[in-house]
């Protein structure tokens, strides 16, 4: 098949990208260049294109709402954990009160570094869990 010749001038960035790839795939820069300018000019590419970007946002969609499920469920639970623990905590005599709140700060401050540890190690009470969880179905 006879085929035209062209003459185009590329960036020389975009050059050592092109010889790269066709000597990579062991292929002429002609095959390449005829292969996107054919993907660029078909009809259809526009739509391949669309339904790609589709697929994904469809994709982070589905992540971002079952990030919302999960946090809405923790704010949750921490709430009523909050709302049980402060309803079934009996007050502390005024005499006690100034080494209780000593203690207290004293376990906020031990909680706040283990929690930086964790974090820092990529450890968390949710993967635990739910390896725990994947341990002992596959044990049943």
Known sequence: MKKDRLNVYFDPILTGEL???AARRKVSKSQ???AALASYLSPDGADQREAAIVRRLDRLTRAI???ERDLTIS???LALF???WLTTTPPLPDT???AAQAKGRERYDGF???LG??????STLTKEVSEEGNRSSTNQ
């Open 65 to 67: 709402e079952r990030l």
């Open 32 to 34: 390449i260049v005829e």
């Open 117 to 122: 540890r964790r974090l820092a190690k990529g």
């Open 75 to 77: 704010t949750e639970a």
């Open 112 to 114: 706040v570094e283990a």
């Open 96 to 98: 006690m009160r100034d």
């Open 19 to 21: 010889e790269s790839l």
């Open 82 to 84: 909050v709302k049980f």
